[in-house]
């Protein structure tokens, strides 16, 4: 039980870094990502372009030091940011 706490306490540290802080069109990217949709289709879905939303994408990879998507939707899942 002290490892489980300890290990919540890390993550919440780990949420709120800086770095790990997700714009609101980031999220809104993310969250179409995590229902398992693609770029074109996320881009129609929200009446921005493709190359945007992959744009978006990319910044929170970025943020979350992810190498694709479906590792990004996992970290975010992980630390219930989705």
């Given at each position: ?14 949420r ?5 802080t ?5 999220v ?18 929200t ?17 979350f ?10 970290i ?7």
């Amino acid at each position: 039980m002290v490892i489980h706490y300890q290990l919540r306490f890390i993550a919440a540290k780990m949420r709120l870094a800086p770095k790990q802080t997700l714009s609101p069109r980031e999220v809104m990217c993310l969250m179409w990502a995590t229902k398992g949709k693609t770029a074109p289709e996320t881009a129609v879905l929200t009446g921005i372009n493709a190359r945007t939303v992959q744009h978006y994408l990319d910044k929170a990879r970025e943020k979350f030091d992810a190498q694709s998507v479906p590792q990004l939707v996992a970290i975010a899942k992980d630390r219930g940011l989705v």
